[in-house]
């Protein structure tokens, strides 16, 4: 079967670093997306990756290992604004998106 | 604005009853998609269309059904409504198949199956 894990939830403050790993076993893989979701909204693209390594992009950052089947996303300097979920969505090889169930983050000031 | 709009907002409807929710997208994309996303799971692909007058069944098909006339719509209707259907529907679209693309995903419509 498809399976992609992450966290249920993360907490962490203000002006901090926080890490959320996603995993996944998927049938074939054609890239990894990253997306936010504020409550009640609709998701929005954050990054795609298809090659192994670190993709930076202001303060967030996106990482791939195709090998390990592991992706995390990294926040930098953490604002109350980023308070919301982030899910991670697999491309198989049907070309089609496997989600994640999300991770919610919670920022205490 | 260039986007998706999703109508209505919210509904509560009865069981049994059929409902239509409406997906409009200006972005001239050719792959649109539904998906349902309840608590604690991730995003469920329902129905999707490739291109207008293709589509095809996702993760979650069953009691859905969808049409695509032309490029812009992307309806999706519930024959015949069950409780298991309350659910908060989103409709997404990309700019093409075969290559992956990021979605553009609509606002969304909260439905209620009583």
Request: include cysteine.
């Amino acid at each position: 079967g498809q399976n992609i894990d992450q966290p249920t939830e993360m907490t962490a403050t203000e002006g901090a670093i926080v890490q959320i790993n996603c995993t996944y076993q998927t049938s074939g893989f054609n890239g990894l997306f990253w997306y936010q979701q504020h409550a009640g909204e609709a998701p929005t693209f954050l990054s795609y990756n298809v090659l192994d390594g670190l993709e930076e992009k202001g303060r967030f950052s996106s990482f791939l290992s195709r090998s390990k089947g592991y992706s995390y996303l990294l926040l930098k300097e953490l604002q109350m604004k980023d308070s919301a979920s982030y899910l991670c969505a697999v491309v198989d090889s049907n070309y089609q998106l496997i989600w994640g169930a999300g991770t919610k983050l919670i920022i205490k000031p | 604005i260039a986007g998706i709009t999703q109508a209505p907002t919210s509904q509560i409807l009865a069981a049994g009853r059929r409902m239509t929710l409406r997906c409009t997208q200006d972005m001239r994309h050719n792959a649109m998609y539904w998906y349902r996303q309840d608590l604690g799971l991730g995003l469920r692909l329902i129905h999707y269309s490739n291109t207008a007058g293709t589509t095809g069944k996702g993760e979650v098909p069953d009691g859905y059904s969808v049409s695509r006339a032309n490029t812009d719509d992307f309806p999706l209707t519930l024959a015949s409504a069950v409780p298991s259907q309350t659910s908060v529907y989103f409709c997404a679209s990309s700019d093409g198949t075969g290559d992956p693309k990021q979605q553009f995903f609509g606002p969304g419509t909260r439905l209620t199956v009583l």
